[in-house]
């Protein structure tokens, strides 16, 4: 079964640092997100590419989050400078039509900042 | 006010027993309806769409009332692998939109 792939699974950051997180998702999916699940609730989404363009980035922090999927492939998620509060799991999905019935997650990035 | 609402839990049942989630959404645009199923530290994985004329799979039945704005979700003759975080999941505007989930622990 074809899958998301990220990295890293774990990362361990200090206070202002920078972080980057990578996701390659199924080959052949256009659609790709980046979410973010603090412990205890659900995962909110911080970003939505089609191909290499940016088509919801309503609720990512841009002073301090990042994100780009140069070749419409794979795709980075960069934090500068770290904060406690981004303490979180990373998740990356990716979609072929974008119905969202198609999502298939990565096993995510679970960053702790300390 | 969240936008997906669900009872966090947690839930702690017996083997064998029958437990219902209950989800509200707030977007009476909201289209497609799912019930996802988390494990501990893992991804989240699809466990079924819902659909208005209610669906069922195996031991698991979903229900969507859209006048209502209400999903839930039904497991019966509940296993100890059954155990996780079962997260009602919504459309708007194209994305997924999550509640924060409600924890199932299926004890011997």
């Known amino acids: 079964e074809a899958e998301v792939a990220q990295s890293p699974r774990y990362k361990i950051t200090e206070k202002s640092q920078a972080v980057a997180f990578w996701c390659d998702p199924i080959?052949?999916?256009?659609?790709l997100y980046w979410y973010r699940q603090i412990l205890g609730q659900g995962p909110e989404l911080l970003v939505q590419?089609?191909?290499?363009?940016?088509?919801?980035d309503s609720q990512l922090p841009k002073d301090r989050f990042s994100a780009e999927r140069l070749k419409g492939v794979d795709s980075t998620l960069k934090i500068q400078p770290a904060e406690l509060g981004d303490s979180a799991m990373y998740l990356c999905?990716?979609?072929?039509?974008?119905?969202?019935?198609?999502?298939?997650f990565g096993s995510g990035t679970r960053l702790t900042v300390v | 006010r969240k936008e997906v609402e669900q009872d966090p839990g947690p839930f702690n049942v017996p083997e064998g027993a029958t437990v219902a989630f209950n989800c509200t959404y707030s977007n009476s645009a909201s289209q497609s309806f799912f019930w996802y199923r988390q494990d501990c530290r893992k991804e989240p994985k699809l466990l079924m769409s819902?659909?208005?004329s209610g669906n069922e799979d195996g031991r698991f039945t979903a229900q969507l009332n859209r006048a209502s704005q209400y999903i839930s979700l039904l497991i019966r003759d509940s296993k100890l692998s059954d155990s996780a975080t079962y997260l009602c999941v919504v459309t708007s505007a194209g994305k997924l939109i999550f509640g924060q989930g409600t924890e199932l622990s299926v004890k011997p």
């Open positions: 999905a990716s979609s072929l039509t974008g119905t969202p019935g198609g999502y298939t």
């Open positions: 590419f089609q191909d290499e363009s940016v088509v919801d």
């Open positions: 080959s052949g999916h256009a659609t």
């Open positions: 819902v659909y208005s």
